[in-house]
C-alpha cells in the first residue's frame, strides 16, 4: 500500500504527558522477589534490589508505577509491609493464589522508585477494607512527621514523606473475580466517601477512581455513568483497563487493536462528559488508562486450574511476546499519546516477568522483551506536543473490529525536533509512505527505526535473548519537507527529526 501523510505544526492535540509512559509492578507472580528484588542476585545492591533491571527500567523510560495491585491490593493491609523485616507476617493472597511475604513494602519500594527515577502511583483497599486503612496509609506515606503514624514511618528509615500525588480507589471494582467486587451503586458510594476523606487531609491529590475492567464488560458505560455521578466531585480520573492478543490465527484484527483502544477511550470520555454536564459542573474528568497491554489471557485462564498449591513468587502470566506483540504495543502507545488531551496518565501492564517488557531468571540475567523497544524508544522520542496528523491511508476490513486503517501515525513536535510514530499493519506487502513535514522546519532524519522480522512470531527469550531488536531503516529520506519511508509489513517505526 501507500500511504500520505500531512503533518501540521499548528494540529496540537496537547501536550506530550510524561505519565503516559507509566508502568505497573503488582505483588503477582515474580514481579517483585526474583524479578526486581533478588538479595544475592549478583547485581543486588544493598537493599536486594537487582540492579540489572534498575537499568532495563531506566532505559525503558517508565514514568510513573503503579503499586502494588491490581487484584493482589483488594485482600492487602499494607500495614504489614513497613517496619522490621522480621517481623511482617506471611499472608494469603486470595487473587493469586500465593505466598505473600511482605519483605518488599511501601518504604522499600519507594526507595527503588528513586533508583529509576519514577513516581509513585499508590492504590488503596476499598475492597476489603474501608475508608481509615486508607486515611492511614496516606498519613504513613504523607504526612511530614509529629503523627504516630507519620513517626512511624521515620522511625522504619524514611525521614522524608513519600509525597504520593496519584492514588487508585481500588482495583477493577466491576470485576467478580475481585475479592469484594461490588455493584456500581454500592462502589461510587464508597469510592466518593473514601475520595472527600482523603481529600480532607490533602485536596490537591490526584485520585482515579474505578472505571469498566475492559470495554467487553456487561456493565461497561453503565458503570462509569453511575460510578461518576456518585463521585465526580470528588476524584480527578476514571480508569479504564484494556488487554489485546491475538485470537484464533486472527492476526489483522490483531494489529488493529489500537481501533478498539480509541473506541473506548471515545466512550468513557463521552460518559464523563455527560455526567459532567447533567451535573453543571465545570471541572474535567481525565482518563487514567492504568493497565495497557497484549496479554495471552485465554490461554491464562486455561492453565489456571493446575495451580492449586500456595506457592511464594510462583511463575505466573510471564507471557514472551514476539514481533506482531511488539507492533500491537507501539500502536497503543501511539493512541495514547494521540489521545494525549484526555488521557493524562497511562501503565503498561506490567514492568517485570509479569506480562512485562522485562524478563529475569533468578540468578541469571535479565533482558528485553519485544514490547520493550517500541515502548522504549517512545518515551524517549517523544517529547513536546502531540500533534494530529492527516492520514491517508488505504484500508481493510477485520473481524474484530470492522475497518481499519493499514498505516497508522502520530507525532510530537519540540522547540527542535519532532518525531514521527508509524505501524504498517498490513501483513503481506511493504507500505510506501511519504510524510510532508514542511510545516515542522525540519531538515534532517537523525534516526528512523523499524521493528519488523521475516517471521512476526519471532520472540526474545533467555537462550536468545536479542533476537528482535530495531534497526536502522535505510530507506528514509528527507528531500524538501517531503519525507519517503518504506514500512515493512507487520512493523512498528520510529523517526526523529531534527
Ligand atoms: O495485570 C494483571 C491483572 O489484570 C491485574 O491484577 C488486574 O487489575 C487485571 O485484571
Not at 522477589?33 to 525503558?60: C, S
Not at 470485576?175 to 472527600?196: H, I, V
Request: glycine content about 6%; proline content about 5%.
Amino acid at each position: 500500500p501507500r500511504a500520505h501523510i500531512t503533518l501540521d505544526r499548528q494540529a496540537v492535540v496537547a501536550p506530550v504527558r510524561r505519565r503516559t509512559f507509566g508502568s505497573f509492578v503488582e505483588h503477582l507472580g515474580r514481579s517483585v522477589y526474583t524479578g526486581l528484588y533478588e538479595p544475592g542476585h549478583p547485581t543486588a545492591n544493598e537493599d536486594g534490589f537487582r540492579m540489572d533491571v534498575v537499568d532495563l527500567v531506566r532505559e525503558l523510560g517508565a514514568t510513573t508505577v503503579r503499586y502494588p495491585g491490581g487484584n493482589f491490593v483488594s485482600g492487602f493491609r499494607w500495614e504489614d509491609s513497613v517496619g522490621p523485616r522480621e517481623r511482617r507476617p506471611v499472608r494469603r493472597d486470595l487473587a493469586w493464589r500465593s505466598l505473600e511475604s511482605n519483605q518488599v513494602g511501601l518504604d522499600e519500594f519507594a526507595r527503588w522508585l528513586k533508583l529509576t527515577d519514577s513516581e509513585l502511583m499508590l492504590a488503596v483497599n476499598v475492597a476489603t477494607r474501608g475508608i481509615l486503612p486508607a486515611l492511614d496509609l496516606l498519613e504513613y506515606a504523607n504526612h511530614p512527621s509529629g503523627t504516630t503514624l507519620s513517626d512511624q514511618r521515620v522511625a522504619n528509615g524514611t525521614p522524608q514523606p513519600h509525597d504520593v500525588r496519584m492514588w487508585c480507589l481500588g482495583n477493577e471494582m466491576d470485576g467478580p473475580w475481585q475479592t469484594g467486587f461490588m455493584t456500581a451503586d454500592d462502589y461510587g458510594k464508597l469510592a466518593a466517601r473514601t475520595a472527600a476523606a482523603m481529600k480532607r487531609a490533602d485536596k490537591d491529590l490526584e485520585l482515579v477512581v474505578c472505571g469498566s475492567s475492559g470495554s467487553a464488560m456487561p456493565t461497561f458505560g453503565d458503570w462509569e455513568r453511575t460510578v461518576l455521578e456518585h463521585s465526580y466531585e470528588h476524584v480527578d480520573y476514571v480508569s479504564c483497563h484494556a488487554y489485546y492478543q491475538e485470537q484464533d490465527g486472527d492476526l489483522g484484527s490483531f494489529l488493529a487493536s489500537a481501533t478498539d483502544m480509541d473506541y473506548f477511550i471515545d466512550t468513557v470520555v463521552a460518559t464523563a462528559d455527560h455526567v459532567g454536564h447533567k451535573k453543571r459542573s465545570r471541572k474535567r474528568i481525565d482518563v487514567s488508562f492504568d493497565e495497557w497491554n497484549v496479554w495471552y489471557l485465554k490461554e491464562h485462564q486455561e492453565s489456571e486450574k493446575v495451580h492449586e498449591e500456595w506457592r511464594h513468587a510462583p511463575r505466573l502470566l510471564e507471557d514472551t511476546y514476539t514481533v506482531a506483540d511488539a507492533v500491537v504495543v507501539g500502536n497503543l502507545l501511539m493512541t495514547l499519546l494521540r489521545r494525549s488531551d484526555r488521557v493524562t496518565s497511562a501503565s503498561l501492564a506490567q514492568l517485570v516477568n509479569v506480562i512485562a517488557p522485562i524478563m529475569t531468571e533468578p540468578g541469571g540475567p535479565a533482558w528485553r522483551q519485544t514490547t520493550f523497544h517500541p515502548f522504549s524508544i517512545t518515551s524517549r522520542l517523544a517529547s513536546g506536543e502531540v500533534i494530529r496528523p492527516v492520514i491517508d491511508s488505504p484500508v481493510y476490513e477485520t473481524a474484530r473490529y470492522g475497518e481499519a486503517c493499514l498505516v497508522d501515525a502520530v507525532a510530537t513536535v519540540d522547540e527542535d525536533r519532532a518525531a514521527v510514530f508509524l505501524v504498517n499493519r498490513d501483513v503481506r506487502e511493504t507500505a510506501q509512505v511519504t510524510i510532508d513535514v514542511r510545516s515542522l522546519g525540519s531538515a534532517r532524519v537523525t534516526e528512523a527505526l523499524t521493528l519488523a522480522d521475516e517471521d512476526v512470531y519471532a520472540k526474545n527469550t533467555l537462550a536468545e535473548q536479542d533476537r528482535v531488536t530495531p534497526a536502522a531503516n535505510k530507506s528514509a529520506a528527507l528531500v524538501d519537507g517531503l519525507l519517503t519511508i518504506d514500512l515493512p509489513p507487520t512493523s512498528w517505526t520510529a523517526l526523529a527529526l531534527r
